[in-house]
């Protein structure tokens, strides 16, 4: 008799449980949030030599940035380098880049760009245009990439530039 009873119950969990499943509604797909840097590297021209000023500066193709990331314990949390674009653009995915610290690891406090390296032999001196020697801060502008599974957050930095090594005296005319 109590081998009858359990047969007939066996069917009926199996129906509850699947009818339940069935029911439940489908579990949205996490969209993915990234953190971008955005930025341009210049060379700054011997007309400005000694300022923060970039008139007259032309954009570096294949120079490199690192962004580096430090938490609220002063540790390097993420470093990677990035080069630049034809237009001295660079855009820096930080993939892998994690928050322990909601706010005082958050990248606006934690993250710096360094200029790294010029491809340019007439201008590849290291200079402080905007911190680029010892890290750029970023900026929120409120910048956002939206996809239906993506999301990304885009700072800023810089610009930053290199300057030439040899510049002729200002007031000097070269021959």
């Known amino acids: 008799m109590a081998s009858a009873q359990l047969i007939t119950i066996i069917p009926l ?4 449980i699947h009818t339940i499943a069935a029911h439940e509604p489908p579990k949205p ?18 007309n ?16 490199t940035v690192s962004v580096i990331c430090k938490d609220h314990r002063n540790r390097v949390s993420f470093y990677k380098a990035f080069a630049t674009d034809g237009n001295g653009y660079f855009y820096a995915e930080l993939k892998g880049f994690r928050m322990s610290h909601y706010f005082l690891d958050h990248p ?9 390296a010029s491809p340019m032999e007439a201008c590849n001196v290291l200079s402080n245009v905007n911190y680029g020697l010892y890290g750029a801060p970023l ?6 990439l939206v996809g239906s599974n993506y999301e990304a957050v885009v700072y800023a930095a810089g610009p ?3 300057r030439p090594a040899h510049c002729a005296p200002k007031g000097y005319d070269q021959p």
């Open 139 to 144: 900026r929120y502008e409120e910048k956002r």
């Open 48 to 63: 400005s030599y000694g300022s923060w000023s970039l008139t007259g500066a032309k954009p570096i193709e294949s120079a």
């Open 108 to 116: 606006l406090q934690a993250c710096k760009v360094k200029l790294v």
């Open 13 to 16: 969990l199996f129906l509850a």
């Open 160 to 162: 930053l530039a290199f």
């Open 29 to 46: 797909a996490e969209k993915a949030v990234d953190v971008v840097v955005e930025g341009v590297v210049y060379c700054q021209s011997c």
